[in-house]
């Protein structure tokens, strides 16, 4: 039997620890016993161009997930390493930032022969199979290749079931390493590909086309259980764009859960208008099955913007889905957004009011604020653009976007000072109470009920011991 041809897949260094799901989800739909998978991790390797040298010998395939922003640097890097040393080494980049530039990809930089659009599990088997044989491209769905000195791109692969693709093998990577750097037994997991919804600040529906695939409950109990043997997690981290499309998917996931008597905590996404679904029994038994916290955006307090925004929700929404968590102690998460072009005061007021009102019900709450980065693939972002805004070019340029941490032209430095102090005194006034600190919690609640952020002298301090992270 000839050996097994070598395959590497590389996650970019980041400052998050969530374990690489879309290469565990490559590396387990492809045929083991034809192929050895190795998935290398820049944020768990420190000698990651070390560890690609010493598996290059016998590799026929290098790729890469990647993300817009900083995480590009790195997957250069490495890439550029890969075609320098073993130039015969067919190099394939996906991830967010390739589904939305497929073809500039390609163009800005020669050392990547591939990139995928979207769902890779078949898409990128199909491109190893093709590979091996050195067969066309022209065959693989989703994908662009270099055709000579032309650069192609092929017809869109539709979303494939999540049901058809098999059950991801966490052994590809050690679980404990990403465990340790969380600093908890945090299970990473995605039962859902898509998102029917059509929010204009978001990329999703570009890439997926507002199609929408989920793992059946059963199915996730059955894994659940295998995994909870395996890795004994303490909490299962929902990394779904909308985990609670379905209210009755969720209600089974919850019986999964607890028939099998998998005693974990959970955390996910939910929309506002999906808690305004459910009812107090559906709550009462998520929160049973071991429901600990959710991510509800809500990003702004003004229905006209939310509306602007196509969030296709109820103000409403937002704080029968608080008072709901709030009954059964459920943990939440409201981002919000500013910064928006042609945002008002008033809308800006709005947003204020809002976010005092839930911080209010429950230190379990939490509203991070985000200022508006035009980010491509969206409707707003296309609107800006057509009106003048220049997006970075280069794959280079796009390495220094930082949609996390920075601001777009439409946040005054006035604006963007008020809303560093307002975070911050949130943070100090309305997180969890410590009793050696309430004195300074009350004294964060007076400034942010009273809008009083002169002379931010315990920020300053703050921010003089503990530097601020960039995300991207």
């Not at 420190?46 to 040298?53: D, P, Q, V």
Request: with cysteine; proline share 5%; glycine share 6%.
């Amino acid at each position: 039997m000839s050996p097994r041809k070598k395959i590497i897949l590389y996650n970019p260094k980041a400052v998050f620890y969530d374990m690489p799901l879309a290469l565990l989800a490559l590396a387990s739909n492809l045929n083991s016993e034809l192929y050895e998978v190795i998935i290398i991790d820049g944020r768990i390797d420190e000698n990651a161009s070390e560890t690609i040298k010493k598996n290059l010998d016998g590799a026929i395939c290098f790729g890469v997930t990647v993300l817009t922003g900083k995480p590009i640097v790195d997957a250069l890097e490495k890439t550029r390493l890969v075609k320098n040393i073993a130039p015969h080494v067919t190099t394939v980049w996906g991830g967010w930032h390739a589904s939305l530039f497929p073809k500039k990809t390609l163009q800005d930089e020669p050392t990547i022969d591939i990139s995928v659009q979207g769902q890779g599990e078949q898409t990128f088997k199909e491109i190893i199979e093709v590979v091996e044989k050195k067969e066309s491209l022209a065959t693989v769905k989703g994908i662009c290749f270099r055709d000579g000195e032309a650069i192609v791109q092929n017809p869109p692969r539709a979303l494939q079931d999540m049901n058809e693709l098999n059950r991801i093998n966490y052994d590809f990577v050690n679980v404990e390493d990403y465990f340790k750097k969380k600093g908890q037994r945090q299970f990473d997991y995605i039962s859902s590909t898509g998102c029917h919804f059509r929010c204009a600040f978001c990329a999703d529906p570009f890439v997926f086309g507002r199609n929408y695939s989920a793992v059946e409950p059963e199915r996730m109990g059955e894994e659940f259980s295998y995994y909870y043997e395996k890795y004994q997690f303490t909490e299962i981290n929902f990394q779904d764009e909308t985990l609670f499309t379905y209210p009755k998917r969720i209600r089974a996931l919850a019986s999964e859960l607890l028939e099998r008597k998998i005693k974990i905590t959970w955390a996910g996404t939910m929309r506002a208008d999906q808690a305004h679904r459910m009812d107090d029994e559906d709550f009462a038994l998520v929160k049973k099955s071991g429901l600990r916290r959710v991510l509800i955006g809500v990003e702004s307090g003004s229905q006209e913007m939310m509306d602007w925004l196509k969030k296709d929700i109820k103000l409403e929404y937002v704080f029968e889905a608080a008072d709901k968590c709030l009954k059964h102690d459920i943990g939440v998460i409201f981002p919000f957004i500013v910064g928006f072009p042609k945002e008002t005061q008033k809308s800006l007021a709005a947003t204020i009011s809002v976010v005092k009102q839930l911080n209010a019900k429950s230190e379990k709450f939490e509203t991070p604020i985000f200022y508006f980065k035009p980010y491509p693939g969206s409707r707003i972002t296309d609107d800006v653009v057509k009106e003048g805004y220049q997006l970075p070019e280069s794959l280079e340029e796009w390495s220094q976007f930082d949609y996390i941490g920075s601001k777009g032209p439409w946040v005054s430095e006035e604006m963007y000072r008020f809303f560093e102090r307002f975070k911050f005194y949130l943070k100090v006034g309305y997180g969890k109470r410590r009793p050696l600190f309430y004195p300074i919690q009350l004294l964060g609640r007076w400034r942010v009920h009273n809008n009083a952020f002169g002379l931010p002298i315990e920020k300053k301090l703050f921010e003089f011991f503990k530097p601020k992270q960039r995300l991207s």
